[in-house]
């Protein structure tokens, strides 16, 4: 009999989020199901680990169906490692990560706890995915999705993906019959508009709240912002190598070498 694939799940708004309690539901469909999550929200923690202080692990069974799952102290990055090193005997044939309570379309990507758990997947040559859904909602409706999350992620399975690539899914918020189909593309060019609210505690001592607007700036039509407003899931393919080599050969022609 074919050995079920081992599917290593983790997310960045805490084991208990009804994003990955979907997510596990459809993993359970696949193969066998390991969970190492944050024991509370952590989004917005990018690729963050922790160097400086303890990490606790505890098995918990939320789920049970699902035999392994521990709740870690630490970021969704940790919990990747921890599980890596100290939980699993063997590498996963999967990692993904989420369903995110909200989108980590274009430049969220760098900020996403989210996206950074798969990537420190992907470092480890595990064959990883990101899922985000654009409702910010705590019950919000993952259902439309999980039909979606099982076809990317068969395929996946069944081809592996390219050196150094995870994917980063977004799902826009539509009942499935509304949703027009899948598109790969490429991450829009996009910023956050950020400001500080300044406000005083009743001590008088001033403390600040970040804010934003999310500026789009990309007209492309190739785009996941594009996709996402049209009614489409994006599939971006993200990669960890940082290296701008389109810049290399500008740089070589500097004079960094010359003596005066």
């Known amino acids: 009999m074919k050995k079920k694939p081992l599917i290593l799940v983790t997310n960045d708004d805490g084991i208990s989020a009804p994003g990955i309690r979907a997510l596990i539901s459809v993993m359970k469909t696949i193969g066998d199901v390991v969970v190492v999550a944050p024991d509370s929200p952590q989004s917005a923690t990018g690729h963050a680990i922790t160097i400086n202080s303890t990490l606790s692990i ?3 069974n939320i789920d049970p169906d699902v035999d392994s799952e521990y709740s870690c102290s630490g970021t969704p990055v940790d919990c990747v490692k921890f599980a890596v090193n100290e939980i699993l005997n063997r590498k996963p044939d999967l990692c993904v990560s989420g369903i995110n309570h909200g989108s ?3 430049i969220n990507v760098i900020y996403s706890g989210t996206l950074s758990a798969a990537v420190e997947a992907g470092i480890e040559g595990i064959p990883a995915i990101g899922f985000s859904l654009l409702d910010y909602n705590w019950n919000a409706d993952f259902e439309p999705a999980k039909s979606f999350i ?6 996946v399975l069944a081809n592996g993906l390219p050196e150094g690539v995870i994917l980063n899914v977004n799902f826009p918020k539509l009942k499935e019959n ?6 790969i593309c490429r991450q829009a060019k996009a910023m956050w508009m950020e400001e500080f609210d300044k406000r005083q505690n009743p001590q008088g001592r001033d403390y600040y709240w970040l804010t934003g607007k999310f500026v789009n700036l990309d007209n492309g039509e190739d785009t996941d912002e594009w996709a996402l407003e049209k009614g489409f899931i994006s599939i971006v393919p993200v990669q960890f190598d940082l290296t701008a080599h389109h ?12 003596t005066k």
């Not at 099982?150 to 395929?155: E, F, H, R």
């Not at 509304?178 to 598109?183: A, D, Q, T």
């Not at 810049?247 to 010359?258: F, G, T």
């Open 247 to 258: 810049a290399i050969q500008q740089l070589n022609s500097w004079k960094l070498n010359e």
């Open 150 to 155: 099982k076809k990317i992620a068969l395929q």
């Open 104 to 106: 980590n379309s274009s």
């Open 58 to 60: 505890n098995k918990i």
């Open 178 to 183: 509304e949703i027009k189909g899948i598109k």
